[in-house]
């Protein structure tokens, strides 16, 4: 996206608006809390916070999201129905230590059903949800374990319905060659060998959709560019970025990205071991 009020190619006269680079590279955790910071300064989330409704679905990184908000830790690995760990597809559903979702009206997080909370949307109210997939186009995929479309199959037609935002978090890690082709291989009852458990798809068009990239542009204006990505020994799953932009905007990305630098890996869940049993059919 180009950039507003700069002449960011250089200006002689200007020194911090010469053009700058750079390159950065985030691990899964460390770009869960960059996406979650974006997601609460975008301009629809603080206007649902100041007078409206606010829902933070399950998912590792929308967990990060919810820590922003209240202020407090949440659990990634039990804020969630569904997690791939421990080489497999898992669940923490049946776990005690599993965390519901989070709903806000007026900024006042309230103990209340996030279905409940939906059914009065209005068109600036706004859905966080997670998903499993990205492609470049810049659809949303959605592994489904419920044989009733779980979270996105209650809420995508209330909020498409009614315009209301719907915000989906995802990293980089997860980008696909195309979500609609996979979403024509899944399904719960097609898929006959589980990997912990089987699968349906949702396919999400139309959604605002936050990687690390826009993240990057929400919050300090560089563009950037995803280069590489993977890694080991801690650095599995990892992205790696250039940025670009005015070197004042260049320089402001990169003191972001080392206040992240060192975010602690996501623990895996005990109880997702559920996940495991599913493979004998006593579990999922």
Sequence with gaps: MPLQGWNWRGDRDCPECEASSGIMTFTTAESK????????????????LERGR?????????????????????APGYFTKGIICHGLLCTTFRSPDWIKPFSFVNGVPVDREWSEVLKEFDADDVMIKGANAVDPEGNAGVLLGSPVGGTIGASLPIVMARGSHLIIPVGLEKLVPSVITASRKCGLKRLKYPDGATVGYMPVVGATVVTE????????GVDATLVASGGVGGAEGAVVLVVEGPDQRVRSAF?????????????????ARYGIDARSGSGG
């Design 213 to 220: 990239i826009d993240a990057l542009r929400i919050l300090t």
């Design 255 to 271: 003191q972001l990205w080392e206040s992240i630098k060192g975010e602690p890996a996501v623990d895996s869940p005990i109880a």
């Design 54 to 74: 606010v829902i933070v679905g399950g998912g590792t990184t929308n967990a990060y999201i919810a820590e922003e908000l209240l202020g407090k830790p949440v």
């Design 33 to 48: 809390r960059l996406i979650a910071k974006a997601v609460v300064a975008m301009p629809q989330v603080r206007a649902a």
